[in-house]
């Protein structure tokens, strides 16, 4: 297992999953720490989260004054891992759609990619507890996504991911604008501009536990005008400028 790996956990209204989740994410390994990112839920999830810090030292929190979405919760975890000086971060939903037990074929994979992609969309990749409109609307939009940005992975929306330190260098954070969907596009996208390494591991995807879908039309529909908005050039790669100037050469 890569040693210094952050799983960064956005949670907003996720009292009911966080202590159970962390447990799980913990005893994949001593080399791994977690970040909750909290946007002041409601239900006292950023308290449980401090009073779960008070007892392990391998969990950290990141409080924020309200919810400003998943891509900023995002962008505040990345910007902590690089000043912490962590080699990999994990993104992952704090609602057990994405499995703990997952994580270790993330990391092996890691070892020879820049980008690893939990995948429900390769052999072996599955979802559980979907219907039949659902999985065809989440397969539909990653190959929307895929023909057109023209991505070398078969799951474009997965939020779960495993970046190396290297990867998250090359991008311009501020740049990072995007939410749900869209922002996992939108990172996804720049570092494959950036000529990074991708691959992509099966993981089996069910249903949340706990708690209410954060998913709304307005999040899909973000996604899919982001994708028309960097095939045409109106938005730019979210790449730091050093990366910038190594694509332009």
């Not at 919810?67 to 505040?76: E, I, N, S, T």
């Not at 311009?172 to 604008?177: G, H, N, S, V």
Request: hydrophobic fraction near 40%.
């Amino acid at each position: 297992m890569p040693l210094r790996t952050l799983v960064i956990l956005p949670t907003y209204n996720e009292r009911d999953n966080l202590p159970r989740l962390l447990e799980a994410i913990l005893k994949i390994g001593p080399g791994l720490d977690a970040l909750v990112v909290d946007d002041n839920s409601p239900d006292g999830t950023g308290d449980q989260a401090d009073e779960l810090a008070s007892r392990d030292s391998r969990i950290k929190v990141l409080h924020r004054a309200g919810k400003q979405g998943l891509g900023r919760a995002y962008v505040a975890g990345f910007d902590y891992a690089l000043r912490h000086a962590y080699e990999y971060v994990i993104e992952m939903d704090a609602d057990f759609s994405h499995r703990p037990e997952d994580l270790p074929a993330l990391l092996s994979a890691a070892a020879h990619a820049d980008v690893v992609i939990g995948s429900r969309n390769i052999p072996g990749g599955t979802t559980i507890g979907w219907s039949r409109v659902r999985r065809f609307v989440s397969r539909g939009g990653s190959l929307y996504t895929r023909m057109i940005l023209r991505l070398p992975i078969k799951d474009c929306t997965s939020g779960f991911k495993c970046l190396s330190r290297s990867a998250l260098g090359h991008l311009d954070l501020e740049q990072l604008l995007s939410n749900g969907y869209a922002f996992q596009v939108e990172v996804s996208h720049a570092l494959h501009q950036a000529g990074l390494r991708f691959a992509e591991v099966p993981i089996t995807f069910p249903e949340r536990v706990a708690g209410r879908s954060k998913m709304t039309p307005g999040i899909m529909f973000e996604a899919a005008i982001l994708v028309i908005r960097l095939r045409l050039g109106l938005a730019r790669p979210a790449l730091a400028p050093k990366a910038l100037a190594q694509k332009a050469s």
